[in-house]
């Protein structure tokens, strides 16, 4: 099975800390997602890479950016955490070119005090 | 822009009652639709998956989802909800293969006895 490992289950990190989420999936999936989970806006996308060091921007790219160097592994960065980016954080993958194999990080949930 | 509305945030259904949870998409050539559910504290599992052929399909756990392009839906149905469904639901459209996913806002579900 694939299989896409977030580093961390639970985090909390200060105010205007710098913040990285990691994302690992061992499939050789071309494509990496992230994802913010909050209650009543279900899921949205912050930021999206079709390969390595590529990257587009989701519905809301603001106060994030990303890493991809390596296929494998796509990373979130909060460049100053804010306490409006306390939230669950999904990370996910897929095959180019198939809708079938989107599959899903456990998240981590990322509070900023 | 491309978007996914889920209308009801939270349902409350009794134990053997039938469920209806509602999906919108707008509008789209060739959607490919997803239903997705976490339980507390879990990830997202997938329950079943639209590409095409027959308009209704079958998931796992007991549900199905019917795709109604005049309506621009895919509702998701179970007839007889058990206390271990109550959890909550998001639908999910892709318009091209291996694109990103754009989720709804979810409905939670909750079963009385």
């Known amino acids: 099975d694939v299989k896409v490992t977030q580093s961390s289950r639970y985090l909390v990190k200060r105010t205007g800390e710098k913040v990285f989420l990691e994302c690992v999936q061992d499939m050789d999936h071309e494509n990496m997602f992230w994802y913010r989970q909050d209650p009543g806006l279900g899921l949205r996308l912050i930021y999206f890479?079709?390969?390595?060091?590529?990257?587009e921007k989701g519905d809301i790219p603001e106060g994030y950016s990303v890493s991809r160097e390596k296929k494998e592994r796509f990373s979130l960065i909060l460049e100053s955490a804010s306490t409006n980016q306390t939230s669950m954080y999904l990370c996910?993958?897929?095959?180019?070119?198939?809708?079938?194999?989107?599959?899903f990080g456990s998240g981590t949930r990322l509070t900023v005090v | 822009a491309q978007s996914v509305t889920q209308p009801d945030i939270h349902i409350t259904v009794s134990e053997g009652a039938s469920l209806e949870l509602r999906c919108n998409y707008s509008y789209g050539a060739t959607p490919y639709l997803f239903w997705y559910v976490q339980s507390p504290g879990q990830g997202l599992q997938l329950l079943l998956k639209y590409f095409s052929g027959d308009t209704l399909v079958q998931g796992i756990k007991g549900f199905e989802a019917e795709f109604k392009r005049s309506q621009s839906s895919f509702n998701l149905r179970k007839p007889s909800v058990h206390w271990s469904d109550a959890a909550e639901y998001f639908c999910?459209?892709?318009?091209?293969?291996?694109?990103?996913?754009?989720f709804g806002q979810g409905t939670e579900l909750s079963v009385k006895p």
């Open positions: 996910a993958s897929s095959l180019e070119g198939t809708v079938r194999s989107y599959t």
């Open positions: 999910a459209v892709v318009y091209n293969q291996g694109g990103k996913l754009i």
């Open positions: 890479s079709y390969d390595v060091k590529m990257k």
